[in-house]
């Protein structure tokens, strides 16, 4: 591999680790700060779900300036990663709402309906 080529490969895993990095700090920094479930939800989600992902990736191709492997278990884990934080976040909104423990700030629809599409059922006593 040409010095020239391997630089810029070294430069681009550097770059995907120290975002990684920012993007996992921002998130455990918003899941510590913010005040409400629904708002501290959204912090390891998205942000921290990125920063691992690009944190992932750039582990993967590390190796690749010095004649090592690419690592496909990495690029799996960022895959699965992507795929299921998602669907744990919708779960866990759709819980909070079910609960009563969501935003009370957040307007009615207006048709009736709950914003969640699971309608709470419980009749009080």
Same mark, same amino acid.
């Given at each position: ?7 810029? =490969?070294?430069?681009?895993?550097? &770059?995907?680790?120290? #975002?990684? $990095?920012?993007?996992? !700090?921002?998130? *455990?920094? +918003? ?9 501290? =939800?959204?912090?390891?989600?998205? &942000?921290?779900?990125? #920063?691992? $992902?690009?944190?992932? !990736?750039?582990? *993967?191709? +590390? ?63």
């Amino acid at each position: 591999m040409s010095p020239l080529l391997q630089t810029a =490969l070294e430069l681009i895993v550097a &770059a995907g680790l120290v #975002g990684g $990095g920012f993007f996992a !700090l921002v998130g *455990s920094w +918003g899941l510590i700060r913010l005040p409400r479930p629904m708002q501290r =939800l959204h912090a390891p989600t998205k &942000a921290t779900t990125i #920063g691992v $992902g690009a944190a992932l !990736l750039a582990s *993967s191709i +590390g190796d690749l300036p010095f004649g090592g492997p690419l690592s496909m278990q990495e690029w799996l884990i960022t895959l699965f990663l992507l795929l299921t934080a998602p669907v744990s976040a919708l779960f866990l909104a759709k819980t909070l709402i079910l609960r009563g423990e969501a935003d009370p700030n957040i307007p009615e629809t207006g048709t009736g309906q709950p914003w969640a599409t699971l309608a709470d059922e419980r009749k009080d006593p």
